[in-house]
């Protein structure tokens, strides 16, 4: 995140964001405003700004060394890819209460009436655990009262306690082989890991669904899973996987 409040162009988002009140994201951290001001001061008294040496801490604490990469490592514990399925019609707004066939049904190949007639899943990738609906289905006043669906399959190598780490927008019930373990209802934006639900994982596969409900505009969720501590967890794979899309 230091990279990326100092570096290039982002200093200049650095100098403009310092001019307003802050976004409602991920500028809310005290470390990135910290940063945010002092970047914008520099800029404001001497008309440039410096990028400075890497901090060992930093070094450390990096995913993937410092420098260009075409291939990103992934990131431990992030969900790469999802099955997908909607839009379907809320017109009661029971939102997270409107049931249709995914409720109770995990019919991959199947394919269901929705809002804009027949619908099926669909296979999307996730942006570094963020699944933008929006981008599938439209957003602001072009999907509102509606309900979506996404599936997937965590495979763990030992049977472990972990931390389920989530966030939606907007109401969201989540299940673990079938069984509903986090539910949120209400409007919200999406905000990284602003959720953690203690969550078990056998050995093998463990089948999670995600059903999002939209009150109106954007519309998404984020999911990761760490170790019982929030830690990055290694050794999980994911079905789909990325590189099937």
Aim: with cysteine.
């Amino acid at each position: 995140m230091e990279d990326f409040v100092r570096e290039g162009a982002c200093g200049l988002i650095a100098y403009t964001a310092r001019l307003r009140p802050p976004f409602n994201g991920w500028d809310r951290s005290d470390s990135v405003q910290a940063a945010m001001h002092a970047a914008h001061e520099e800029i404001r008294s001497t008309g440039r700004l410096r990028v400075p040496p890497q901090p060992q801490q930093m070094a450390r604490d990096r995913i993937q060394p410092r420098g260009f990469w075409a291939s990103p490592r992934e990131i431990p514990g992030l969900v790469p890819a999802w099955y997908i399925i909607g839009p379907f019609d809320d017109p009661q707004r029971a939102r997270l209460g409107a049931m249709h066939a995914p409720d109770s049904v995990r019919d991959l190949d199947a394919t269901y009436r929705g809002t804009r007639g027949a619908v099926r899943w669909l296979l999307r990738r996730s942006q570094a655990g963020y699944v933008g609906l929006s981008a599938l289905y439209g957003g602001d006043r072009s999907v509102v009262d509606a309900v979506a669906y996404a599936a997937c399959t965590v495979v763990s190598p030992a049977e472990q306690d972990v931390q389920m780490r989530f966030g939606s927008d907007d109401d969201a019930a989540v299940s673990i082989d079938g069984r509903e373990v986090w539910r949120h209802e209400g409007e919200r934006g999406v905000r990284r890991d602003e959720d953690v639900v203690p969550v078990h994982l056998r050995a093998g596969q463990t089948r999670v669904l995600a059903k999002v409900a939209n009150r109106s505009g954007q519309w998404g969720f984020f999911v990761r899973f760490t170790d019982s501590d929030g830690r990055p967890l290694d050794g999980l794979t994911f079905l789909p996987r990325a590189d099937a899309t």
